[in-house]
């Protein structure tokens, strides 16, 4: 299905009540949640999505998280706020097929999903939004919204993103960053006026703060504070939360007929998953994938000095920060020897964005120091020559491979600042963007031994058989 977006339709102020019809195909596997999306990028959402998690945790629900689109660092802190594995939901890559097998399969009585950037934002194409996502499946959707240097304002902003589309139930709002009772009582006031539902405010904490850097948040696994963030993050948001009422409002998803799933193919038998703070940038849908199909995962980190498992038969290399750590995966002479030594018994061996720098000649810091990586594929990268890549990708393979045969098309995403110095060899893919233009050969391949800076999420849905 391609998700064409259509002209909204003015529709009638938010009640909390859905105004599109159930679906006939709707079958209900007992779990029910709720959409946590924002007007923008910084809002919060992802600070109140996570004490929203640890909250109900406490109270003794299972609750599964998602993460709309393709993002691998929001995910980590709803995993350790929710105490399962938060999985991606991306209208844009998955099939409606996909969305659908996600979404049933998931473990927990109920289940959230915070939004991707702004709810109506989605691929330059216009389509893959979280407004779509919520439509496709008649889910409710909880505002977040930063309140800093707004009071009535607040409230506009809220009825026109509920006014905004006919299939978007906007069920209510949440407030962040809410400086003082009188603030609080200005917004709830401002709210009712325009019959807006608020459900809660996180009030402004200087200590709750989600740092940040070059590809997103700092990564959960690297905050040693992380329970604590969570558990404080979760007592200011309890304070001022009508849990009864997200409980009351929280729905089924409205599932479509199930058809099968033509999955990122096992590379191998046994396949061993860098897997670390340098490499912790994976789709947890692919490796779920390789195991039903009867593969062996298991894990190792370069950054230990660890090499893939002798016996496997494929390696996988994820992305991350290669580039912060680029001298001790320089100086970790048993991790890149296990590289080369897996390329010499003929393993299949992907790298993606980061995984992609480190099989190369070298990668060079962002103080312009030259650090020799594995040197299994032609290609030379920079850190200090730093340029922006970022948006979906439509690929299709060159030659047949380990991914498939010739003609194969994928969809993925690329998001990095690193450059290309020198690349000599086989392009592994024929790249365009969303908009299926701006096409240009990219990646490389050395017999099994293969990578790109586009991380792949799906087969193409539009062409897969």
Same mark, same amino acid.
């Given at each position: 299905?391609?998700?064409?977006?259509?002209?909204?339709?003015?529709?009638?102020?938010?009640?909390?009540?859905?105004?599109?019809?159930?679906?006939?195909?709707?079958?209900?596997?007992?779990?029910?949640?709720?959409?946590?999306?924002?007007?923008?990028?910084?809002?919060?959402?992802?600070?109140?999505?996570?004490?929203?998690?640890?909250?109900?945790?406490?109270?003794?629900?299972?609750?599964?998280?998602?993460?709309?689109?393709?993002?691998?660092?929001?995910?980590?802190?709803?995993?350790?706020?929710?105490?399962?594995?938060?999985?991606?939901?991306?209208?844009?890559?998955?099939?409606?097929?996909?969305?659908?097998?996600?979404?049933?399969?998931?473990?927990?009585?109920?289940?959230?999903?915070?939004?991707?950037?702004?709810?109506?934002?989605?691929?330059?194409?216009?389509?893959?939004?979280?407004?779509?996502?919520?439509?496709?499946?008649?889910?409710?959707?909880?505002?977040?919204?930063?309140?800093?240097?707004?009071?009535?304002?607040?409230?506009?902003?809220?009825?026109?993103?509920?006014?905004?589309?006919?299939?978007?139930?906007?069920?209510?709002?949440?407030?962040?960053?809410?400086?003082?009772?009188?603030?609080?009582?200005?917004?709830?006031?401002?709210?009712?006026?325009?019959?807006?539902?608020?459900?809660?405010?996180?009030?402004?904490?200087?200590?709750?703060?989600?740092?940040?850097?070059?590809?997103?948040?700092?990564?959960?696994?690297?905050?040693?504070?992380?329970?604590?963030?969570?558990?404080?993050?979760?007592?200011?948001?309890?304070?001022?939360?009508?849990?009864?009422?997200?409980?009351?409002?929280?729905?089924?998803?409205?599932?479509?007929?199930?058809?099968?799933?033509?999955?990122?193919?096992?590379?191998?038998?046994?396949?061993?998953?860098?897997?670390?703070?340098?490499?912790?940038?994976?789709?947890?849908?692919?490796?779920?994938?390789?195991?039903?199909?009867?593969?062996?995962?298991?894990?190792?980190?370069?950054?230990?000095?660890?090499?893939?498992?002798?016996?496997?038969?494929?390696?996988?290399?994820?992305?991350?920060?290669?580039?912060?750590?680029?001298?001790?995966?320089?100086?970790?002479?048993?991790?890149?020897?296990?590289?080369?030594?897996?390329?010499?018994?003929?393993?299949?061996?992907?790298?993606?964005?980061?995984?992609?720098?480190?099989?190369?000649?070298?990668?060079?810091?962002?103080?312009?120091?030259?650090?020799?990586?594995?040197?299994?594929?032609?290609?030379?990268?920079?850190?200090?020559?730093?340029?922006?890549?970022?948006?979906?990708?439509?690929?299709?393979?060159?030659?047949?491979?380990?991914?498939?045969?010739?003609?194969?098309?994928?969809?993925?995403?690329?998001?990095?600042?690193? +450059?290309?110095?020198?690349?000599?060899?086989?392009?592994?893919? +024929?790249?365009?963007?969303?908009?299926?233009?701006?096409?240009?050969?990219?990646?490389?391949?050395?017999?099994?031994?293969?990578?790109?800076?586009?991380?792949?999420?799906?087969?193409?849905?539009?062409?897969?058989?």
């Amino acid at each position: 299905m391609n998700y064409a977006y259509t002209k909204p339709q003015a529709r009638k102020r938010c009640t909390g009540v859905s105004t599109r019809a159930s679906s006939d195909t709707n079958s209900d596997n007992g779990a029910r949640g709720w959409v946590l999306a924002a007007p923008s990028s910084n809002s919060g959402k992802t600070l109140v999505s996570a004490a929203l998690l640890r909250l109900l945790t406490r109270k003794g629900a299972a609750v599964t998280p998602f993460k709309v689109g393709p993002d691998y660092i929001d995910p980590g802190f709803l995993s350790a706020a929710a105490g399962l594995t938060c999985g991606n939901l991306d209208p844009w890559a998955m099939a409606p097929e996909r969305l659908n097998q996600l979404l049933q399969e998931q473990s927990g009585s109920r289940f959230l999903i915070e939004g991707v950037m702004g709810l109506f934002d989605g691929a330059v194409s216009g389509d893959g939004s979280t407004a779509d996502l919520t439509a496709m499946f008649n889910l409710p959707v909880i505002l977040v919204i930063n309140a800093k240097g707004q009071g009535a304002s607040a409230a506009a902003l809220a009825q026109g993103f509920a006014n905004y589309r006919t299939d978007v139930n906007v069920a209510g709002v949440i407030f962040t960053q809410v400086g003082s009772r009188r603030h609080q009582k200005m917004l709830f006031d401002a709210c009712a006026e325009v019959n807006i539902r608020v459900f809660g405010v996180l009030a402004a904490d200087p200590s709750l703060l989600l740092q940040a850097r070059h590809l997103g948040l700092v990564q959960a696994s690297e905050r040693a504070d992380l329970d604590a963030l969570l558990d404080r993050a979760a007592d200011n948001l309890g304070r001022d939360l009508d849990l009864a009422g997200l409980h009351d409002i929280a729905a089924a998803p409205a599932y479509t007929t199930i058809n099968s799933v033509d999955p990122v193919p096992p590379l191998g038998q046994h396949i061993a998953v860098a897997a670390d703070i340098a490499f912790g940038f994976r789709y947890h849908h692919v490796l779920d994938d390789w195991r039903r199909a009867g593969a062996e995962i298991s894990f190792f980190s370069p950054l230990a000095d660890k090499a893939p498992n002798l016996d496997a038969d494929a390696v996988y290399l994820p992305g991350g920060y290669p580039e912060l750590h680029a001298g001790a995966l320089a100086a970790n002479q048993a991790f890149l020897s296990g590289l080369r030594d897996a390329a010499a018994r003929d393993a299949v061996i992907l790298g993606e964005c980061g995984g992609f720098m480190v099989l190369g000649q070298g990668v060079l810091d962002q103080d312009g120091r030259c650090h020799a990586m594995a040197g299994l594929l032609g290609l030379e990268t920079s850190f200090a020559k730093r340029k922006l890549h970022l948006g979906y990708r439509q690929v299709r393979l060159r030659q047949s491979g380990p991914l498939g045969a010739r003609g194969v098309d994928y969809r993925g995403h690329e998001f990095h600042y690193a +450059t290309i110095t020198e690349e000599q060899g086989e392009h592994l893919f +024929t790249a365009r963007d969303a908009l299926g233009e701006q096409s240009a050969e990219v990646g490389l391949c050395s017999g099994k031994v293969m990578g790109s800076f586009i991380h792949l999420i799906d087969r193409d849905h539009r062409t897969a058989t």
